[in-house]
T-cell receptor, first 118, second 112 residues
Framework: DAGVIQSPRHEVTEMGQEVTLRCKPI?????LFWYRQTMMRGLELLIY????????DSGMPEDRFSAKMPNASFSTLKIQPSEPRDSAVYFC????????????????FGPGTRLTVL | AQTVTQSQPEMSVQEAETVTLSCTYD???????LFWYKQPPSRQMILVIR??????QNATENRFSVNFQKAAKSFSLKISDSQLGDAAMYFC?????????FGTGTLLAVQP
């Protein structure tokens, strides 16, 4: 398997511009997670999906952030308009249910997108 | 609050030696998973090892092993025969329903 795929790997944009980050989860995984990592706040869960449906978006910082999962193999995280404080590494991860247990098994992470907003 | 605590912000080990990274957590659940992830300078989050809380046997993956003490809510990572490529940030994480709760990380330096 190719693992979780994210694009672009690096994005540099100017304040006010729209940014779209993309993710392809591992085939067969029905959970998808978006994280943000900064030095100040560490790793933060932004939102996660189950079977393409958003389950918990309580970590989304504000209305400028939105995420979609139109099908099982693709998700986007959009920031509009972007601000310098959005500069971070954004990770996508995927997982599946842990057998007979009612929670998810190991999350596998993509390589991340390093976003710089000038 | 359900937290994961890594009390060692930085650690250093000599090549070929053994190092132990500590992790404690808080939970009221009886079944859960625990993980150690490695993040090298490339920023990729790499799974190192996974422990199922309902299994008493400590997980082992080659040079990496854990000491899981469920009653004490402790989950330490032992790296044996340390190699230069082990230098990275190491994150402990607990699976909480469908989320991961991460510690703040331990930066491991490996001295040649």
């Amino acid at each position: 398997d190719a693992g979780v795929i994210q694009s672009p790997r690096h994005e540099v944009t100017e304040m006010g511009q729209e940014v779209t980050l993309r993710c392809k989860p591992i085939s067969g995984h029905d959970y998808l997670f978006w994280y943000r990592q900064t030095m100040m706040r560490g790793l933060e869960l932004l939102i996660y999906f189950n079977n393409n449906v958003p389950i918990d978006d309580s970590g989304m910082p504000e209305d400028r952030f939105s995420a979609k999962m139109p099908n099982a193999s693709f998700s986007t995280l959009k920031i509009q308009p972007s601000e310098p404080r959005d500069s971070a590494v954004y990770f996508c991860a995927s997982s599946r249910l842990a057998g007979d247990l009612f929670f998810t098994d190991t999350q596998y992470f993509g390589p991340g997108t390093r976003l710089t907003v000038l | 609050a359900q937290t994961v605590t890594q009390s060692q912000p930085e650690m250093s080990v000599q090549e070929a030696e053994t190092v132990t990274l500590s992790c404690t957590y808080d939970t009221s659940e009886s079944d859960y998973y625990l993980f150690w992830y490695k993040q090298p300078p490339s920023r990729q989050m790499i799974l190192v090892i996974r422990q199922e809380a309902y299994k008493q046997q400590n997980a082992t993956e080659n040079r990496f092993s854990v000491n899981f003490q469920k009653a004490a809510k402790s989950f330490s990572l032992k790296i044996s025969d340390s190699q230069l490529g082990d230098a990275a940030m190491y994150f402990c994480a607990r699976g909480a329903t469908n989320k991961l709760i991460f510690g703040t990380g331990t930066l491991l330096a490996v001295q040649p």
